[in-house]
């Protein structure tokens, strides 16, 4: 099913999964002032889009290259005066621009026309896929057993050792693990140059985020925000000062102010009889380290706090859902520590690299599988230097570059990473 997007922030009510003339018609109309500067990222966005299609031709490659280094802040910033319309624009949100002009038109051409699809039976439904697929073709697959430690003698991985203690020797490793954690911690340092052990650690991420997820009963709560999308961009009118990550703790309902996402994730009738809602909103990850001292346990103020930080997201909500907060029946409160405990991601990141302009924006995504080390290849959305296809199709194709890569017995190569 495709997923269809809808702004409500600004004072707007504007559906993003149309056509991007559509929405640029809708924002020219809002704000005459800067109609002219509207259209012009607009069409400037689709021809960047084309040329991403078609690359082939010398003003494509052109094009591509002066978009590649340009900030979507610079570019916006004398085109469209208004706050509102810029931040539409450049961020697909409520934020100032912050990506390349590149990915900023690539990810307006997956919102508008390729779309940003759930495969039908969910998002498990791709995993449950491989492993049977897996399995028929003899693989053996053990689930829920950590890798501790990638062996590696003369420069070569030689096999891993499990968390129990356990060795297995394999001709080649593929890491599914992200390149923080493959290369910081699950790789000693003497097997990597100082260059590149200090190229992986200071490689920035994207950031991670606060999630609420709620079990609804529908009887109880106006859904009716839903009734043409599954995702909400959401911002309150008057966001006032922006939460301080800094302070010991965070003012909720400052936190409330950013920009959240409420995701309609399933609706009574479809699935069941009732409903699940997801709410999102950026948030980091030092500022929850301290509620942990040993890996996989919180201090008791922890789960106090995200209790108060989820209330003040549910009240926030609540005002596009009214009755949200009596039709809670289930609630999970994830942070960052979740998202790199049981995900697996370090620091919680949820994307991969960073998309800031400043950590380095390629024309054509450079791809990242081989490694220095011989026999090691990386899977995964940080196998490739942007995230070209969308996140999930981004770490699928990097599967099959590294089986490919481990079936030839590909030799070493020392990427140049994002910074
Ligand atoms: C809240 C959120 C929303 C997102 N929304 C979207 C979206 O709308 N569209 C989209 O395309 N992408 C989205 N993403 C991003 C998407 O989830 C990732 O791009 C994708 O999952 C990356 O796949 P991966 O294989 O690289 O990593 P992962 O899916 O993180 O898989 C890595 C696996 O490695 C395992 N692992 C790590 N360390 C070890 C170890 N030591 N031993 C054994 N196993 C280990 C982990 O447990 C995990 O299963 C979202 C992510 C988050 C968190």
Same mark, same amino acid.
């Given at each position: ?30 704000y ?36 590649? $280094?340009t ?11 208004t ?10 949100g409520?934020?100032?621009?912050? $990506? ?37 073709a ?18 070569r ?9 356990? &060795? ?54 106006? +859904? ?12 309150? +009118? ?9 302070? +010991? ?8 102010? &950013? ?12 699935d069941?009889p ?7 909103v ?14 996989y346990?919180? +201090? ?34 994830a ?7 049981r ?5 919680? $990141? ?68 994002? $910074?």
């Amino acid at each position: 099913d495709r997923m269809r997007y809808r702004l409500r922030a600004f004072g707007l009510d504007l559906p993003l999964s149309r056509p991007l003339p559509e929405i640029s018609a809708a924002l020219a109309a809002t704000y005459p002032a800067d109609a002219s500067g509207i259209r012009i990222f607009c069409d400037q966005a689709e021809a960047i889009g084309r040329a991403l299609d078609n690359p082939g031709g010398e003003r494509e490659r052109q094009l591509l290259g002066q978009a590649a $280094s340009t900030p979507a802040r610079n570019y916006l910033k004398d085109l469209i005066l208004t706050p509102a319309p810029r931040r539409v624009l450049g961020s697909i949100g409520t934020h100032e621009p912050y $990506s390349g002009l590149t990915l900023l038109a690539a990810m307006w051409r997956l919102m508008t026309r390729d779309g940003i699809w759930l495969p039908a039976g969910g998002m498990g439904a791709i995993g449950d896929g491989l492993l049977a697929a897996a399995r028929s073709a003899g693989a053996q697959v053990r689930l829920g057993v950590p890798v501790a430690a990638i062996r590696v003698k003369d420069g070569r991985a030689e096999g891993v050792t499990l968390e129990s203690g356990e &060795e297995i020797a394999a001709a080649a490793v593929v890491s599914n693990a992200d390149y923080k954690t493959t290369f910081l911690r699950l790789i000693a340092d003497e097997n990597l140059s100082d260059e590149f052990f200090q190229a992986v650690f200071f490689a920035r991420q994207t950031g991670s985020c606060l999630q609420v997820a709620l079990g609804l009963d529908p009887a109880k709560v106006d +859904l009716s925000a839903f009734d043409d999308c599954d995702r909400v961009i959401h911002r309150r +009118l008057e966001p006032g000062p922006p939460p301080d990550w800094r302070a +010991l703790e965070l003012d909720p309902v400052a936190l409330a102010g &950013e920009e959240l996402e409420l995701g309609l994730w399933s609706r009574p009738g479809a699935d069941g009889p009732g409903a699940a809602l997801v709410i999102r909103v950026p948030a980091e990850y030092n500022h929850f380290t301290r509620y942990r001292i040993v890996p996989y346990t919180r +201090l008791p103020a922890y789960a106090d706090y995200k209790e108060k930080l989820a209330a003040a997201l549910i009240a926030e909500a609540e005002t596009a859902l009214p009755g949200l907060a009596a039709a809670v029946m289930v609630k999970d409160v994830a942070t960052p520590l979740t998202f790199e405990e049981r995900g697996g991601r370090s620091a919680g $990141s949820i994307a991969g690299w960073s998309w800031d302009f400043e950590s380095g924006s390629d024309p054509e995504p450079r791809e990242l599988v081989r490694t220095p080390i011989a026999g090691l290849y990386l899977a995964g959305c940080q196998a490739f230097s942007g995230l070209f296809l969308g996140g999930v199709p981004t770490a699928a194709l990097s599967g099959i570059r590294a089986a490919e890569y481990a079936l030839a017995g590909a030799g070493p190569q020392t990427p140049t990473l994002p $910074s």
